[in-house]
């Protein structure tokens, strides 16, 4: 019998050992070779060099992420499960508690390694979200009603898009329209009549949608509910939910690893479309990071089981919008960028962070809110709005020039309230040239969802080996226009042309191979299109 007992107390020794071993890879580079995936929010960063570790377990640092890495030599990593990784002098290291992870050899540039990664491991869906997303201008009322979301002003907004002749597109109302978090009801003093404020809205011929989260109040109603029936995370090893910390305070949240919690949720968004009208939501939160420690989720799953099964609910509504996401590669759904502040610093990080998008299977990305999202960025020290003759309007416009041809455009500080007339008929123009460039763009989201392509392509991706590895200010739209913004104060720039002939937004061919300097004043953004 003892030794039975010892026999059955080594096994569970082993069996702890095993599960505590780990894995660690290291990738020397080749000759020339250059690494980029993990994280969009590392995308500054990208192609790593030197990198500290971080651990894909544990956060998605605060925007999508993915067990891949990509190389312009045409090798790639893969893993099913989340893995911790660094850089120093350009060789990754990378520790997994699950397996060996070796580089794949799957061709010689940096598109075959993308293209067969995503052949294998997130196969295109064949679908994409809704067509408006990519053809006209969407309008966020985050900046302008930070807390204060209400229906005076959400529809003075609305009409103020007309008024100052923007496309009408897709329009989103954000934070605290509702009673509070897991309720999907109206404020009453904040919206007395929010189907007539929704009748008015698709009358002016926007699509609407509306601002959610996982989140659940406690002490509401729908927490009893929810805790009775046990769809809500648990304190780990104890049956007690979970109250869980973030941005916005100390909540319980529904446990999204969980079918049942998933389809009651889904059942309350389902409902709140029906009565009101709303066209769909921007699914905020879903980070993994809030919920990496202390957690008990539903048979054994993972934080990053649980961000994953975030991004799947938009599946289920066409128009929808992500900013966490784990996975769900080449799914229709929207992504958008990690708010950025207002600071020429903000407006660097948007190209960089949207290749690596696109190079971690995110096509239908959006970068971030025109001027910057980070709303702290608009008020001064004592928490009031910043006066609009302080607002740097220069930097105001080169952020719209960015967005004009990237896959989607969102405004959400008003141009019309902080801009002077001149510089709001050149954000005017900008975002009319998206609606112009919409068919085009449309037309690489659809063969994005057949082929996997990005839509807006690194330009080492779409010109190998011509000295293009370390490009971060311009990009590629596809295979047909090179895109140059301004991204600093200067109102000139350099742009590197890869061979071939180009001829440029003012009219004039330039030839391939070369690197020119440009006068970009504030009414151009310089683009090139590839004439052979």
């Known amino acids: 019998m003892k030794t039975k007992s010892l026999l059955t107390l080594s096994a569970a ?20 070779e250059k690494w980029w995936g993990a994280a969009t929010f590392f995308g500054s960063h990208m192609p790593y060099e030197n990198f500290d570790e971080k651990d894909l377990a544990k956060s998605n640092y605060s925007n999508q992420s993915a067990p891949l890495f990509v190389s312009s030599k045409g090798r790639y990593v893969w893993s099913d499960k989340p893995f911790k990784f660094s850089a120093k002098n350009g060789v990754i290291t990378i520790t997994s508690e699950f397996e060996k992870i070796q580089p794949v050899a799957a061709g010689k540039t940096l598109k075959d390694a993308y293209l067969a990664a995503s052949k294998i491991h997130f196969e295109p869906s064949g679908a994409i979200p809704e067509d408006v997303f990519f053809s006209m201008p969407q309008y966020n009322t985050w900046i302008e009603l ?8 959400v529809e003075k907004y609305a009409d103020d898009v007309i008024k100052n002749g923007f496309p009408v597109g897709v329009f989103m109302v954000d934070d605290n329209w509702q009673n509070y978090y897991g309720n999907f009801d109206f404020r009453a003093d904040k919206f007395p009549d929010p189907k007539a404020m929704m009748d008015r809205l698709h009358a002016k011929g926007f699509k609407v949608m509306f601002w959610i989260c996982p989140f659940v109040s406690p002490a509401s109603p729908e927490f009893r509910e929810l805790n009775k029936a046990g769809l809500l995370l648990k304190e ?6 979970a109250m869980v910390e973030w941005w916005n305070g100390i909540s319980a949240c529904y446990d999204l690893t969980n079918p049942k919690a998933r389809e009651h949720l889904k059942g309350k968004l389902a409902a709140m479309r029906e009565k009101y009208g709303a066209d769909g939501f921007k699914f905020d939160a879903g980070d993994k990071g809030a919920v990496s420690e202390g957690i008990e989720f539903f048979e054994g799953a993972t934080p990053s089981d649980y961000c994953e099964a975030w991004a799947k609910m938009g599946l289920d509504f066409p128009y929808n919008e992500y900013r966490a996401c784990w996975k769900m590669g080449l799914q229709p759904l929207v992504q958008r960028l990690q708010d950025k502040p207002y600071s020429w610093k903000g407006i660097r990080q948007l190209i960089p962070d949207m290749l690596a998008a696109g190079l971690i299977g995110h096509p239908y990305t959006c970068p971030d809110m025109i001027g910057g999202g980070e709303f702290r960025s608009f008020l001064n020290p004592d928490m009031t709005p910043i006066d609009p003759s302080k607002i740097d309007q220069k930097l105001i416009v080169r952020s719209c020039q960015i967005h004009a041809l990237m896959p989607m455009m969102q405004f959400s500080v008003a141009p019309w309230r902080i801009l002077d007339k001149k ?5 005017r123009k900008f975002a009319n040239l998206h609606k112009q460039f919409g068919p085009y763009i449309l037309e ?6 057949k ?6 392509r690194h330009m080492e991706y779409e010109f190998p080996n011509q000295g293009f590895e370390n490009s971060k200010d311009q990009f590629m739209l596809g295979p047909k226009y090179l895109v140059a913004p301004v991204v600093t104060p200067e109102d000139s720039r350099e742009v590197k042309l890869p061979s071939g002939e180009w001829k440029d937004d003012l009219g004039k061919v330039w030839k391939g191979g070369q690197t020119i300097k440009i006068d970009v004043p504030i009414d151009r953004l310089p683009y090139f299109e590839k004439l052979k």
């Open 13 to 32: 020794v082993l069996a702890s050992a095993a599960f505590a071993e780990t894995y660690t890879s290291v990738i020397s580079p080749l000759e020339g």
């Open 146 to 153: 930070m807390y204060n979301q209400n229906q005076a002003d």
């Open 236 to 241: 780990k090893g104890k049956k007690d939910p």
């Open 423 to 427: 510089n709001l008929e050149i954000c």
């Open 444 to 449: 690489l989201a659809h063969n994005a969802a």
């Open 451 to 456: 082929t996997g392509e990005p839509i807006v």
